[in-house]
């Protein structure tokens, strides 16, 4: 349990935790989760843009633990990005982020929010709402999260699926045991209510949506949209979405539900939805409420359709500066593998083989000392530099029947290296090796410019001519489209060592991860700074 006792409003914000499990009840059970202040999910954390924060962390749980400031850039100070040291350097971040565990599953129950507000004197760029609700989108196993993960890593197989998906915590109507507890949003007719909802689940991209309203978009992974009136989103595990909901409909009760989007074919996956209850305030009589409209669990047109409707605000307060004199080219495939069962063993994937994964042909194999580390100490031996710019093994990556010889990938531990300042287009190519999917993509210490996707193979002289370079969304998590392709770009001005991976999480566990190092640059205001001097070792 993080214990948060005290907050100063100054400049330096202080946050004092301790980390210890807590037993919660859920679907008819009890069982003890690592938590935040006992509350799962746990607090949310305000601030004003450009703030900093000091949060001091004292795990007294049963293992070790990290925490990410999910989207928080951490300019020069990538010390912060991840392990227990507690300086959060906010930048140019406005809107919602979250923070969460990084170490093994333990985020499944260890997360919050992070809500940033303008700075004194400015204001959002929408009218300004009656009052601002967190929802954070989850999963629930019965079982211990870490059995959850011991059993498949060993095994080789798909993880267990979850037994339920959650709206702040609590499955819903729907699931046993659990319609006393179903979170209730609670609204006054002809008023406006901004929902940050954020993707904390650990296997799929949802569907959300609420009956018989409409929803605006106004923000992602803290940018502004422009506004985007939807029946629906799609939210990649990861990603935040703001979302502007008008209380316009006749006073009474009505379903806020999500459910899984899962485009893998043969592969498992809870198909159960989870709901909330919006509440009109008021004297009726309640009808039983209803289930909004989502799309199909393999409607893949529906997920991308909204992603690709996404688009920067641009406008003279909120600018974009999209990229457009590109000096490095980077073409990534992201890839489901196998690898051979070892000996004396039985495994689960398919053909008896061990589910892997990987970014172009690499599986990534985390080294004891941290990649971090080695660099700023210069301690050899611990990491590579010869990471691929470009697929090592060209063939139609998207082709209906592949090669059971291509789905076998390297374990090694690369890093890719950019000069500082450096104008970065990285397209991510999705390819239908084992089972063609989704790869939501997050990139720490930076945001990329979204400037194109589209279906099979990319086609570098065809594709780029539709890009859109004008007002692409600014986002730090993207989901690459089952067997098609993401474009992104961003400048390398931000010198450090940046892990970039697949959210979803039995994807980053079998190796789609990989690390980039920006250099320095030529004056001490754009190096990587020192470490904190009571940096524990790793």
């Not at 047109?301 to 457009?324: E, I, M």
């Not at 990534?364 to 100490?377: G, H, R, S, T, W």
């Not at 990139?443 to 065809?462: E, I, Q």
């Not at 004008?470 to 390398?492: E, H, M, S, Y």
Request: charged fraction near 15%.
């Amino acid at each position: 349990m993080i214990n948060l006792f005290k907050f100063y409003s100054l400049f330096n914000i202080l946050f004092r935790n301790g980390v210890e499990e807590t037993p919660y009840t859920r679907l008819c059970s009890t069982k003890n989760i690592l938590t935040v202040n006992g509350q799962f999910p746990g607090p949310t954390l305000y601030v004003t843009k450009g703030e900093t924060v000091i949060v001091d962390v004292y795990n007294k749980g049963s293992y070790n633990i990290t925490i990410h400031w999910h989207g928080v850039k951490m300019p020069r100070y990538p010390w912060s990005d991840g392990p227990e040291y507690p300086k959060i350097i906010f930048s140019s971040e406005e809107g919602t982020l979250w923070w969460h565990a990084h170490s093994d599953w333990s985020r499944a129950t260890v997360h919050g929010a992070i809500i940033i507000y303008p700075k004194k004197g400015t204001s959002y760029p929408f009218p300004k709402p009656n009052a601002e609700v967190p929802i954070l989108l989850g999963e629930w196993w019965k079982k211990d999260i870490m059995e959850v993960l011991t059993e498949f890593v060993q095994n080789g197989g798909d993880p267990q699926i979850s037994d339920a998906f959650t709206i702040n915590g609590q499955p819903g109507d729907l699931y046993p045991c659990s319609k006393p507890e179903t979170f209730k949003l609670l609204v006054d007719y002809g008023k406006m209510y901004l929902l940050r909802i954020i993707n904390v689940d650990m296997q799929d991209i949802l569907f959300f949506s609420i009956a018989k309203h409409q929803i605006t978009v106004v923000g992602t992974d803290a940018s502004y949209t422009k506004p985007l009136a939807r029946d629906y989103i799609a939210i990649s595990p990861g990603q935040t979405i703001d979302v502007l909901l008008e209380a316009n409909q006749s006073p009474d009760h009505y379903y806020m539900a999500a459910r899984a989007y899962s485009s893998a074919k043969g592969v498992e996956y809870d198909n159960t939805t989870t709901t909330a209850v919006v509440q009109y305030n008021g004297n009726y009589t309640p009808s039983p409420p209803s289930l909004p409209f989502l799309p199909g669990y393999n409607d893949t047109n529906a997920s991308v359709n909204f992603t690709g409707s996404l688009r920067s605000l641009a406008n003279k307060d909120h600018p974009v500066d999209v990229p457009t004199n590109i000096t490095t080219q980077l073409i990534f495939t992201v890839s489901m593998n196998t690898f051979p069962c070892p000996l004396n063993r039985t495994c689960k994937g398919p053909n008896g083989t061990m589910l892997a994964a990987s970014v172009n042909n690499i599986s990534f194999v985390n080294p004891k000392i941290d990649v971090l580390e080695a660099y700023y100490y210069q301690i050899n031996g611990v990491f590579g530099t010869r990471f691929p710019s470009f697929p090592p093994y060209v063939f139609n990556f998207t082709a209906e029947y592949l090669s059971l010889l291509l789905e076998l990938p390297n374990r090694w531990t690369e890093v890719k290296v950019l000069d500082y300042d450096s104008v970065v287009e990285l397209v991510f190519q999705g390819t239908n090796l084992v089972a063609g999917t989704d790869h939501p993509i997050h990139l720490h210490g930076y945001s990329f410019y979204v400037v194109g996707w589209g279906f099979g193979n990319f086609n570098k002289d065809k594709d780029p001519l539709g890009y859109n370079l004008v007002d692409p969304p600014l986002q730090n998590t993207i989901a690459v489209p089952k067997n098609g392709w993401t474009t992104v770009r961003f400048k390398a001005h931000n010198p450090g060592v940046w892990l970039m991976h697949c959210h979803i999480e039995r994807h980053f566990t079998w190796g789609m991860d990989m690390v980039f190092i920006v250099k320095n640059g030529p004056s001490p205001e754009v190096q990587l700074l020192p470490p904190p001097p009571d940096m524990p070792p790793c």
